[in-house]
């Protein structure tokens, strides 16, 4: 291979990960692109991340197409060195077709001024952070130079496996130029915002039917959410939505062959990939190494609402969620029970032992468009309520998105449950591995109870707790179980205690 030649390789995106699914090329063959440029998207089991480039020069060849499942380690693109014979135009393959010069101005291309403001409109409405996603890889600062992306026929149309349900995180913004074939009939021609484009895909709102709020007419994120909130919308501008990796996929070559086992026609083939594949693969572990044991408890709840509805009083806007609290009195317990904040780890050798930590990393499970993820609050011990509380209601929010970060998915040492949402009461939970316990939290209904001998009507949940019994005794589990459970029903001396 030419010294001028300049291979990336597909690094492992989180801890051990050995395999991502490539969503979408950034760029194309012959294109300049900067350091820390993102040059591609990929899912990994555990969350959608654009892939910086550590190189620049000419892209030369890009190794895989969308849809294409990747190896770690293996080549993902080559870059010939700047002013190198391998990067010029003559040795490079040519472009896609509908591909364009990412910078227009430098290649002797007039800008009009309705482009020059729409282009500005983008930017205030997309402004986001750096590209740099990987840990590892880039610089600390953003990308110098804008980025392009393979053309499409249709601007209605974005590449991606993942359902963006409340957009909150925003990557870095994408500005595409005026091309021929992706004008919208009526609309400037200058590009919409993928985010846009993906919402109003999302939500079957077709993109042609919108008036444009943005300079010379783009349309922005506001106009569509805007068109979704509309009283009715026509079935003809509908389109669907891509299916998520939990979704069922429509079959291809089996659409309509008999099952041999059931004698039914098979409707749909899912394969087993993303979020889905690393769940199945970790509950399987859980389940064969993981000799749990699982204790619950009922709980009155009353005195922790009326608390937070006193506090809701005084500050509307700033107080935290039940969860938080549930997850201030789990930090508390767990450094009153440590074992249950561990690691059971074999050795190649057979030898085995248990890993305690400095500190927990609070995981808890967020639905999402791409299945069940366990982000999770660094040093959670160290915070607040308040504190909690903002950090979970951030790491849902890029959880939903599908921008939680490795590190975000994949640090925890204990995880909270909260599947009372779901209109159930408990759970027998498998425990989320390689962590040696979870808690659950069921749904909070009225009940009634016996208060000072007196039958009452209270607020009682279910907490359920699964542990791992090689770290600990039943009597560890239920001194746990039973200090969260004392802190619910009496949260103002648990606080103050805290």
Same mark, same amino acid.
């Given at each position: ?7 990336? &390789?597909? =690094? ?60 770690? #380690? &293996? ?7 700047? #002013? ?9 393959? =040519? ?8 910078? /227009? ?7 009009? /001024? ?8 983008? !930017? ?26 393979? !053309? ?24 595409? @130029? ?56 026509? +079935? ?11 979704? =069922? ?24 990939? $993303? ?15 993981? @000799? ?27 107080? /935290? ?27 190649? +050798? ?55 970060? /490795?590190?975000?998915?994949?640090? $925890? ?86």
């Amino acid at each position: 291979m030419s010294s001028d030649m300049q291979v990336f &390789k597909l =690094p492992d995106l989180g801890e051990g990960l050995t395999e991502a699914e490539l969503v979408n090329w950034l760029v194309a063959v012959g294109d300049e692109i900067v350091v820390d440029q993102p040059i591609a998207e990929v899912e990994t089991a555990k969350s959608m991340v654009e892939v910086p480039s550590p190189y620049a020069g000419t892209v030369a060849e890009l190794h895989g197409e969308a849809g294409q499942t990747l190896d770690v #380690g &293996k080549p993902l693109i080559s870059i010939a060195r700047a #002013g190198s014979s391998a990067g010029s135009p003559a040795a490079a393959a =040519p472009a896609p077709a509908g591909s364009v010069d990412p910078s /227009p101005v430098s290649s002797g291309l007039d800008v009009s /001024p309705d482009v020059e403001a729409a282009a500005e409109t983008y !930017r205030t409405e997309e402004k986001a952070g750096s590209g740099n996603v990987l840990i590892g890889y880039g610089t600390p600062g953003g990308a110098t130079g804008g980025r392009t992306r393979p !053309r499409k026929a249709s601007v209605g149309v974005v590449d991606s496996a993942v359902s963006v349900a409340e957009p909150a995180a925003i990557t870095e913004p994408v500005m595409e @130029p005026a091309v021929a074939g992706t004008r919208i009939p009526g609309k400037l021609s200058a590009v919409i915002s993928p985010l846009v484009r993906k919402m109003a895909r999302d939500h079957g709102v077709s993109l042609d039917a919108i008036e444009g709020s943005g300079a010379s007419g783009l349309i922005m994120r506001q106009d569509v959410e805007a068109a979704i909130t509309a009283p009715a919308v026509p +079935d003809s501008a509908r389109v669907s939505a891509p299916a998520s990796v939990a979704a =069922p996929v429509a079959a291809s070559a089996d659409a309509g062959a008999v099952d041999g086992r059931t004698g039914l026609s098979v409707s749909a083939r899912t394969p087993v990939r $993303g979020v889905r594949k690393a769940v199945a693969a970790n509950m399987t572990r859980s389940r064969s190494e993981i @000799p749990e044991a699982t204790v619950w408890v009922d709980v009155d709840a009353t005195a922790l609402l009326e608390m937070r509805a006193e506090l809701k009083k005084r500050a509307p806007h700033d107080t /935290p969620g039940l969860l938080a609290f549930i997850a201030r009195f789990v930090t508390a317990g767990l450094k009153k029970y440590p074992a249950l904040n561990t690691r059971f780890e074999t050795a190649a +050798d057979g030898s085995q032992e248990i890993v305690g930590f400095e500190g927990i990393n609070l995981g808890f499970a967020a639905q999402t468009d791409r299945g069940l993820v366990v982000p999770s609050v660094r040093n959670a011990h160290e915070l607040s309520a308040r504190e909690l509380d903002a950090e979970i209601r951030r790491l849902t929010a890029v959880a939903r998105d599908g921008k939680a970060t /490795p590190t975000e998915l994949g640090s $925890g040492t204990f995880t909270l449950n909260n599947y009372g949402v779901f209109g159930v009461d408990g759970s027998a939970a498998i425990i989320n591995y390689p962590e040696v316990a979870m808690l659950g939290v069921g749904r909070i209904i009225d009940k009634p109870w016996v208060v000072n001998g007196e039958l009452a009507v209270r607020k009682v949940t279910e907490l359920t707790l699964a542990f791992d019994h090689r770290v600990c005794d039943g009597e560890t589990a239920a001194g746990f179980l039973r200090y969260v459970a004392d802190a619910i029903e009496n949260p103002g001396g648990a606080l103050a205690d805290m």
